[in-house]
C-alpha cells in the first residue's frame, strides 16, 4: 500500500495531468483514457486513486479553486498600500496567456456547472473568494482615503470579477486581439476612472 506522502503526491500528478489533457482536449471530451495517458499511466492505475473521471474533475476543480485565489491572495498580503493591492489582484486574476492550463480549465469547469451540484458549489465558491478578494482590498482603499468611488463595495467587486473574467475567457480562447497587457491596462484604466487607482503617484480627488 502506498505511503500517505506518496499518495498525495501521485495525486497532485494527477491533477496537473488532468489540466494538461484538459486543455488539450476540452472537458467535454475528456476522457480517463486522455488523462491516463498524459500522465504516463494506465486507466487503472488512476482507479486506484479515484473512483472515476468525474471524482477525479471535482478534486481537479477543487485544488484549481484553491490555488488561482490561495495564490492571489498570498502576492497581496505582501503588500501594504491597498492600490498596489488592486493591481496585484488585476494581474493576478487574469491567465498568463493563451496557453495558461490552469485558467483555462477554471473557466471551462463552468460549463460542468447545473449538472453537478460539487460543481455548482466550486464556480460559486470561486466567484465568492474572487469578489471578496476585491472587497478587502476596495475597503481598505476607501479607509486610508486612497479610493474615492461612488459605486458600493459590492457593486464595484462584482464589476472587476466580470472583467477579469470576460477578458480572461478572450486570452485563454486565443482571440489574439486580446494580449494579458491590453487586458490589465483597460482594467487598471477602469478603476482609475471608477475612484480606484492602482498608482501609488496617483491622486484622488
Same mark, same amino acid.
Given at each position: 500500500?502506498?505511503?500517505? #506522502?506518496?499518495?498525495?503526491? #501521485?495525486?497532485?500528478?494527477?491533477? /496537473?495531468?488532468?489540466?494538461?489533457?484538459?486543455?488539450?482536449?476540452?472537458?467535454?471530451?475528456?476522457?480517463?483514457?486522455?488523462?491516463?495517458?498524459?500522465?504516463?499511466?494506465?486507466?487503472?492505475?488512476?482507479?486506484?486513486?479515484?473512483?472515476?473521471? @468525474?471524482?477525479?474533475?471535482?478534486?481537479?476543480?477543487?485544488?484549481?479553486?484553491?490555488?488561482?485565489?490561495?495564490?492571489r491572495?498570498?502576492?497581496i498580503?505582501?503588500?501594504?498600500?491597498?492600490?498596489?493591492?488592486?493591481?496585484?489582484?488585476?494581474?493576478?486574476?487574469?491567465?498568463?496567456?493563451?496557453?495558461?492550463?490552469?485558467?483555462?480549465?477554471?473557466?471551462?469547469?463552468?460549463?460542468?456547472?447545473?449538472?453537478?451540484?460539487?460543481?455548482?458549489e466550486?464556480?460559486?465558491?470561486?466567484?465568492? #473568494?474572487?469578489?471578496?478578494?476585491?472587497?478587502?482590498?476596495?475597503?481598505?482603499?476607501?479607509?486610508?482615503?486612497?479610493?474615492?468611488?461612488?459605486?458600493?463595495? /459590492?457593486?464595484l467587486?462584482?464589476?472587476?470579477?466580470?472583467? /477579469? @473574467?470576460?477578458?480572461?475567457?478572450?486570452?485563454?480562447?486565443?482571440?489574439?486581439?486580446?494580449?494579458?497587457?491590453?487586458?490589465?491596462?483597460?482594467?487598471?484604466?477602469?478603476?482609475?476612472?471608477?475612484?480606484?487607482?492602482?498608482?501609488?503617484?496617483?491622486?484622488?480627488?
Open positions: 500500500m502506498a505511503r500517505p #506522502r506518496d499518495q498525495r503526491a #501521485r495525486r497532485e500528478s494527477l491533477i /496537473e495531468a488532468t489540466y494538461a489533457a484538459g486543455r488539450m482536449h476540452g472537458l467535454r471530451s475528456l476522457s480517463l483514457t486522455d488523462v491516463a495517458a498524459q500522465a504516463g499511466l494506465t486507466r487503472g492505475a488512476i482507479l486506484y486513486y479515484y473512483e472515476d473521471l @468525474d471524482a477525479l474533475l471535482a478534486e481537479a476543480h477543487a485544488a484549481g479553486v484553491e490555488r488561482f485565489c490561495d495564490q491572495d498570498a502576492t498580503a505582501t503588500l501594504d498600500d491597498p492600490r498596489e493591492q488592486l493591481a496585484a489582484a488585476i494581474d493576478g486574476g487574469l491567465p498568463s496567456g493563451p496557453d495558461d492550463a490552469l485558467m483555462s480549465l477554471l473557466y471551462e469547469f463552468d460549463v460542468l456547472s447545473g449538472n453537478s451540484t460539487l460543481h455548482d466550486l464556480v460559486q465558491n470561486l466567484y465568492l #473568494r474572487q469578489l471578496e478578494t476585491y472587497r478587502r482590498i476596495l475597503a481598505a482603499g476607501r479607509a486610508a482615503g486612497h479610493f474615492t468611488p461612488r459605486l458600493d463595495d /459590492e457593486q467587486a462584482m464589476t472587476f470579477v466580470a472583467l /477579469e @473574467d470576460a477578458y480572461g475567457l478572450h486570452i485563454v480562447g486565443g482571440n489574439a486581439l486580446m494580449t494579458v497587457a491590453t487586458a490589465a491596462a483597460t482594467m487598471r484604466a477602469v478603476a482609475a476612472e471608477l475612484g480606484c487607482p492602482t498608482s501609488t503617484t496617483a491622486t484622488a480627488e
